[in-house]
């Protein structure tokens, strides 16, 4: 299993953010984490980064959630964290240091297929062409698992279809991806599997062809049938 998940709690003061979260994600899967707001999905995902501490245990491949474990996921946060004056050039240097298993032909070779100049500065850019340049990033890493939160979110659907395309195309042959989303119809058809997470739990699990053959729906419509306000 690529990552299990055994007994994880999570608490911000009084507030339980996750509850007892149990859960399996197998290789070579592409996974939909879907919730609306507030539901967990971002503190599950930076507990499993590494980047928050809770109560329970999350296993990578096996590994304890650490060091080890991060040599093996590749993160696209919803926020970015680049320097916006660093030029294209001088983030893929830092990623080629940063990361043994960063392929820095692969980024060049999607970067000219745009026809990005990476002597400009990320600042100079359109919020779709970051959005391009961050993925190419995080995508070039020989990974076991993708982490990518909202990676779709506030660009153009031309700017989608391309996002969408490259996920496909470029993740390990074994890997898993784990995508958390808001623009469900967007995502769900390359989804395999599907989480539903509420009130900081579990809400329902399984594989997307198969809830859609069950409920006769899409998964955007269940999605807004199961949380509607």
Same mark, same amino acid.
């Given at each position: 299993?690529?990552?299990?998940?055994?007994?994880?709690?999570?608490? !911000?003061?009084?507030?339980?953010?996750?509850?007892?979260?149990?859960?399996?994600?197998?290789?070579?899967?592409?996974?939909?984490?879907?919730?609306?707001?507030?539901?967990?999905?971002?503190?599950?995902?930076?507990?499993?980064?590494?980047?928050?501490?809770?109560?329970?245990?999350?296993?990578?491949?096996?590994?304890?959630?650490?060091?080890?474990?991060?040599?093996?996921?590749? !993160?696209?946060?919803?926020?970015?964290?680049?320097?916006?004056?660093?030029?294209?050039?001088?983030?893929?240097?830092?990623?080629?240091?940063?990361?043994?298993?960063?392929?820095?032909?692969?980024? !060049?070779?999607?970067?000219?297929?745009?026809?990005?100049?990476?002597?400009?500065?990320?600042?100079?850019?359109?919020?779709?062409?970051?959005?391009?340049?961050?993925?190419?990033?995080?995508?070039?890493?020989?990974?076991?698992?993708?982490?990518?939160?909202?990676?779709?979110?506030?660009?153009?659907?031309?700017?989608?279809? !391309?996002?969408?395309?490259?996920?496909?195309?470029?993740?390990?042959?074994?890997?898993?991806?784990?995508?958390?989303?808001?623009?469900?119809?967007?995502?769900?058809?390359?989804?395999?599997?599907?989480?539903?997470?509420?009130?900081?739990?579990?809400?329902?699990?399984?594989?997307?062809?198969?809830?859609?053959?069950?409920?006769?729906?899409?998964?955007?419509?269940?999605?807004?049938?199961?949380?509607?306000?």
């Amino acid at each position: 299993m690529l990552v299990e998940c055994k007994n994880v709690n999570k608490n !911000y003061g009084k507030v339980k953010a996750l509850k007892n979260i149990n859960l399996e994600i197998p290789e070579g899967k592409i996974i939909g984490l879907l919730g609306p707001n507030g539901s967990g999905k971002t503190t599950l995902i930076k507990l499993i980064n590494g980047l928050l501490t809770g109560e329970g245990e999350i296993f990578i491949k096996g590994k304890s959630v650490g060091p080890e474990s991060k040599k093996i996921v590749a !993160y696209l946060p919803e926020r970015t964290y680049l320097d916006m004056n660093m030029t294209v050039n001088e983030v893929i240097n830092y990623f080629q240091d940063f990361y043994d298993n960063f392929d820095a032909n692969e980024a !060049y070779k999607l970067l000219e297929k745009l026809g990005i100049n990476t002597k400009d500065k990320l600042t100079t850019m359109s919020k779709g062409t970051k959005e391009k340049v961050q993925l190419i990033l995080v995508m070039s890493r020989k990974a076991d698992l993708y982490i990518l939160d909202e990676p779709i979110g506030g660009v153009d659907p031309a700017t989608r279809d !391309y996002i969408l395309e490259t996920i496909l195309t470029n993740f390990q042959v074994g890997a898993s991806i784990i995508i958390s989303t808001h623009l469900i119809s967007d995502v769900e058809k390359i989804l395999d599997e599907i989480i539903f997470i509420k009130n900081g739990e579990i809400y329902l699990t399984g594989s997307a062809d198969e809830l859609r053959r069950e409920k006769g729906k899409s998964i955007d419509e269940i999605f807004r049938e199961e949380f509607k306000c």
